[in-house]
């Protein structure tokens, strides 16, 4: 086995230990010797042995759920676990469907840009901040543009002067190679 091969199983390896998800210690997973028993309505049943507290779960015919093993002594929690975890599932999955994630939107224009075309990708941007993403203004430069950066600048500023209202500049203008950007996002 060559150095590349070694390293691509090695990058497998360390993906595969840090996705998946640390589950909760169940039943005969449990290895402490005393616990701290909640039922599945939430008393406190009091400090059992484990076996105890397996043989109060079995008789309920539910799991017995270790949920905070750096206590002392440990909590253990009488449950349905396969319930538990299905509801926590549907937690996350409703949790991420009501997240708005905040997209970029990328908007081009040239140094030599004219007044029509700025008002019409002024009002573009201007839409944009206002259904809450974040707008990229770029400007490239070809050929010859490049000697008169400050005029591309000054066109970066007006975009910035035009839009102050509803944003907030989170990027100021930057050249990169061929290329000037601002990135806006909206004011909160």
Known sequence: MDGFDFLKQSQIFFWRCFTIKQELPINEQIKEKEVQVIDEVGAKVGVLPINKALELAEEKDLDLVLVAPNAKPAVCKIMNYGKYKFEQ????????KNQKTAEI?????????????????SKNARSFLESGNKV?????FRGRELNNVKAGEAILNKFIEDLEDISVVEKKPVLEGKTMFIILSKKI
């Open 89 to 96: 599932a549907k937690k996350e999955k409703e949790s991420k």
């Open 105 to 121: 939107k990328e908007i081009r224009v040239t140094p030599n840009i004219g007044d029509h075309d700025f008002g019409f990708k």
């Open 136 to 140: 990229k203004f770029t400007l490239r």
